[in-house]
């Protein structure tokens, strides 16, 4: 299984951006696909996760209304994408693809077991 | 949200020694817990899940134990590419959460 972003990108505060994460040697449309933000020398921040076919989708409250994640299993891709980006957007983003392992009330949960080589986004006036 | 905290921020080991890194949760997480070892300029890579299974090709220097809300990463004896970044993360509940890391560095 293999998950490939696309490449850097630099944009200037207020301008949007879609970055892509495509899966590949697995059936993407099985699993979970998730972002986590990594700024510049800190940790790994969760910030959500798009089910299967794109059927639902869950957000950090950090993350809610400030980014969008979709997918589209025509290309085996999911996005993650911005309207209005800001200077704290500056981070590296990985996708990763997360695993059913249990079942925790009415959802499937799992570690994220394969990881894109990830996006780095420079918001810079 | 529950809170992951982990343990020590830094810990500075000897090759062949062994490490032990905890991660404390601020509510149960069941087994749903999971390690990740990150190093220098590469993308975190899965190492433990359900607390104690070690994932494909992961060497068997690496353990898990713990449940609830403790929960420990041991390392028996460290070789050079194990020293990295470590973070935990529970994906139990919602938001997932991951810990802040805990750097292994060589003493």
């Known amino acids: 299984a293999l998950l490939v972003q696309s490449g850097a990108e630099v944009k200037k505060p207020g301008e949007s951006l879609k970055i892509s994460c495509k899966g590949s040697?697995?059936?993407?449309?099985?699993?979970?696909i998730g972002w986590v933000r990594q700024m510049s020398g800190k940790g790994l921040e969760w910030m959500g996760i798009i089910y299967p076919g794109g059927s639902k989708t869950r957000y950090s409250p950090s993350f809610e209304g400030q980014v969008f994640i979709s997918v589209d299993t025509s290309i085996t891709t999911a996005f993650l994408e911005w309207n209005n980006l800001k200077a704290s957007d500056t981070a590296m983003y990985y996708c990763a693809r997360q695993e059913d392992i249990a079942v925790v009330g009415d959802s499937s949960r799992g570690p994220f077991d394969v990881w894109g080589q990830g996006t780095m986004v420079t918001v810079s006036s | 949200e529950i809170v992951l905290t982990q343990s020590p921020a830094t810990l500075s080991v000897s090759p062949g020694e062994r490490a032990t890194l905890s991660c404390r949760a601020s509510q149960t997480v069941s087994s749903n817990f999971a390690w990740y070892q990150q190093r220098p300029g590469q993308a975190p890579r899965l190492l433990i899940y359900?607390?104690?299974i070690r994932a494909t090709d992961i060497p068997a220097r690496f353990s898990g134990s713990g449940s609830g809300t403790e929960f420990t990463l041991t390392i028996s004896s460290l070789q050079s590419e194990d020293f990295a970044v470590y973070y935990c993360?529970?994906?139990?509940?919602?938001?997932?959460?991951f810990g802040g890391g805990t750097k292994v560095e060589i003493k």
């Open positions: 040697r697995y059936s993407f449309s099985s699993y979970r």
């Open positions: 359900s607390v104690s």
């Open positions: 993360h529970q994906y139990n509940d919602w938001p997932e959460t």
